[in-house]
């Protein structure tokens, strides 16, 4: 069971984070969310898709990483086999909570950083540091506070974004069935993607409105990511044709 506290150098002096990637860690997963600030690296990699929050409605965008249930293509014995790793895997057992405190006189809820003590990465013998012996940040911390406060403001553009979307009639159903050999194939459902024949059709007024808001460029990477699906493929066959080598 989670068990979130906000993070300090008193209290969490011993704290380190185990850092690889591995089933145990749970990240043996076949989605992973990301923000629209992570798209541009992860298109590089990963099909992006958008998914409808069933509690609201609302639009959120993951990556696939696998075809089925628990399964993460780019997870191997060597740890994570991709140039980048979405940053809610990332950041590990770290979040963005929120505290209230007064700023210039006025109390706002400023985001902080908070652990999950229970998460599988957590341990004081083994792994990172997060702090100094001196109480400071260690490097691994800096690197997780940036992390977190990109995802943050990723999170901050995901509602505008999704809403300029509809608003332009780009959003998709797609039924993915994806054939990875004349033995095996899987169909995906629940996804929505940038429709590419919509987006190249926009007219001069909607295209100004998507890039000055910074949204165009993130419509043609999610709409071209789609191609990264073969990648997924590939990686099937090649552990088919592994195991069966080694049986």
Same mark, same amino acid.
């Given at each position: 069971?989670?068990?979130?506290?906000?993070? +300090?150098?008193?209290?969490?002096?011993?704290?380190?984070?185990?850092?690889?990637?591995?089933?145990?860690?749970?990240?043996?997963?076949?989605?992973?969310?990301?923000?629209?600030?992570?798209?541009?690296?992860?298109?590089?990699?990963?099909?992006?898709?958008?998914?409808?929050?069933?509690?609201?409605?609302?639009?959120?965008?993951?990556?696939?990483? *696998? !075809?089925?249930?628990?399964?993460?293509?780019?997870?191997?014995?060597?740890?994570?086999?991709?140039?980048?790793?979405?940053?809610?895997?990332?950041?590990?057992?770290?979040?963005?909570?929120?505290?209230?405190?007064?700023?210039?006189?006025?109390?706002?809820?400023?985001?902080?950083?908070?652990?999950?003590?229970?998460?599988?990465?957590?341990?004081?013998?083994?792994?990172?540091?997060?702090?100094?012996?001196?109480?400071?940040?260690?490097?691994? !911390?800096?690197?997780?506070?940036? !992390?977190?406060?990109?995802?943050?403001?990723?999170?901050?553009?995901?509602?505008?974004?999704?809403?300029?979307?509809k608003a332009a009639d780009l959003i998709e159903p797609v039924q993915l069935e994806v054939k990875v050999n004349s033995e095996e194939q899987y169909n995906l459902t629940g996804l929505f993607t940038v429709s590419r024949d919509k987006l190249n059709n926009l007219d001069a007024e909607t295209l100004f409105k998507?890039?000055?808001? *910074?949204?165009?460029?993130?419509?043609?990477?999610?709409?071209?990511?789609?191609? +990264?699906?073969?990648?997924?493929?590939?990686?099937?066959?090649?552990?088919?044709?592994?195991?069966?080598?080694?049986?």
């Amino acid at each position: 069971m989670a068990q979130h506290v906000m993070l +300090n150098n008193v209290a969490h002096k011993d704290l380190r984070v185990v850092t690889g990637y591995s089933a145990s860690h749970g990240d043996n997963v076949a989605t992973a969310m990301v923000v629209p600030t992570e798209f541009l690296q992860a298109q590089r990699e990963y099909p992006i898709f958008f998914r409808k929050d069933p509690a609201t409605g609302e639009f959120m965008a993951v990556v696939l990483l *696998g !075809l089925q249930k628990d399964e993460n293509l780019f997870l191997d014995d060597k740890g994570w086999n991709a140039d980048y790793v979405p940053g809610v895997i990332a950041r590990g057992p770290f979040f963005i909570g929120y505290q209230r405190q007064e700023v210039q006189g006025k109390v706002e809820n400023v985001g902080v950083i908070h652990v999950d003590m229970e998460h599988p990465r957590v341990s004081k013998t083994e792994g990172e540091p997060v702090f100094k012996p001196d109480g400071g940040n260690t490097r691994y !911390l800096d690197r997780i506070a940036d !992390l977190l406060n990109g995802v943050s403001q990723g999170l901050e553009i995901n509602k505008p974004m999704f809403e300029a979307f509809k608003a332009a009639d780009l959003i998709e159903p797609v039924q993915l069935e994806v054939k990875v050999n004349s033995e095996e194939q899987y169909n995906l459902t629940g996804l929505f993607t940038v429709s590419r024949d919509k987006l190249n059709n926009l007219d001069a007024e909607t295209l100004f409105k998507l890039h000055r808001a *910074g949204y165009l460029q993130a419509a043609f990477l999610v709409a071209s990511s789609i191609n +990264n699906v073969q990648r997924l493929i590939d990686i099937k066959n090649s552990r088919r044709r592994q195991t069966a080598m080694a049986s």
